[in-house]
C-alpha cells in the first residue's frame, strides 16, 4: 500500500535474516552479524521442539532459562552489529525517513528511531509480560487481567488469582534476561539513561494485528 501511494520502502535485515528476502516493492538493506542463516533456523528449530517435550517442571525451567538467554543473546548481538555499523547508520540518518514501521517484539527498532531521531509506529500482534501494558501505561491489575497463556477469563476465582500472579513473576524474571539488555545497549548508543519501558513508550501510534473480539 505504501508503495502504491508513491512512498519509498526501505527494509533493513541482518545478512542471516531467515524470511526477508529482496522484494519488488521496496529495497533491502542488509547488514553482516557474526552469525549464519542456519544458527538461526536452529535456534528457532530447537525452540519449537521443546514446546513438545516431557520433562519434569524445574528441568523445564532450567532449560527454557539456558536456552532463552543464548538465544536472546544471539539476536541481541544482530541489533548492536546494526547500531555500530557507522557506514549504514549514517546513510540511514541522510535518507530523510518520515517514520518508521518496527515490530518491538524485540526492541532493536525502537533504538534506532530514538537515535534517528525518527518517530516510530509499532507493528504487532503482542508482547510478552504486559510489556504493551507498560508501554503504553495501561493499568493491567493481575487479579483481574489474565496473563496470556493461562488460560483464566477475567473472571478469576482465588486459585486462578494466584496462578496468575505466578505466572506473571515467571515472566518478570525470564523477561528481564530478553530485555534488560536492550536497554543497556540503548543507554550506551543513545548515552543517557534508558529504560525498557522507555522504549516501549516511544511509539507514536500502536498498530495490534489482533482481534479483540
Known amino acids: 500500500r505504501l508503495h502504491q501511494r508513491g512512498h519509498d520502502v526501505v527494509v533493513i535485515a541482518p545478512e542471516a535474516s531467515v524470511y526477508i528476502k529482496e522484494g519488488a516493492f521496496y529495497t533491502l538493506k542488509s547488514y553482516p552479524v557474526p552469525f549464519r542463516r542456519e544458527d538461526v533456523e536452529a535456534s ?3 525452540l519449537g521442539l521443546e514446546v513438545f517435550e516431557k520433562k519434569p517442571f524445574l528441568q523445564r525451567v532450567v532449560e ?17 552489529h546494526l547500531l555500530y555499523n557507522k557506514e549504514l547508520m549514517a546513510s540511514l540518518a541522510e535518507s530523510g525517513f518520515d517514520a518508521m514501521l518496527t515490530d518491538p517484539f524485540l526492541p532493536c527498532g525502537p533504538i534506532v528511531a530514538l537515535r534517528l531521531a525518527l518517530p516510530v509506529v509499532f507493528f504487532l500482534n ?26 483464566n477469563s477475567d473472571h478469576m476465582t482465588f486459585l486462578q488469582r494466584v496462578k496468575n500472579m505466578l505466572i506473571l513473576v515467571s515472566e518478570g524474571f525470564l523477561c528481564n534476561v530478553v530485555y534488560s539488555p536492550y536497554a543497556s545497549l540503548a543507554s550506551e548508543v543513545l548515552q543517557k539513561d534508558v529504560t525498557v519501558q522507555d522504549l516501549m513508550g516511544s511509539a507514536s501510534v500502536w498498530l495490534f494485528r489482533s482481534d479483540f473480539v
Open 44 to 46: 528457532f528449530t530447537g
Open 126 to 151: 503482542s508482547l510478552p509480560c504486559g510489556l504493551d501494558f507498560q508501554g503504553t501505561r495501561c493499568p493491567s491489575p493481575p487479579s483481574y487481567v489474565p496473563r496470556v497463556l493461562s488460560r
Open 64 to 80: 527454557t532459562y539456558k536456552r532463552v538467554k543464548k538465544d536472546s543473546a544471539l539476536l541481541l548481538s544482530a541489533c548492536s
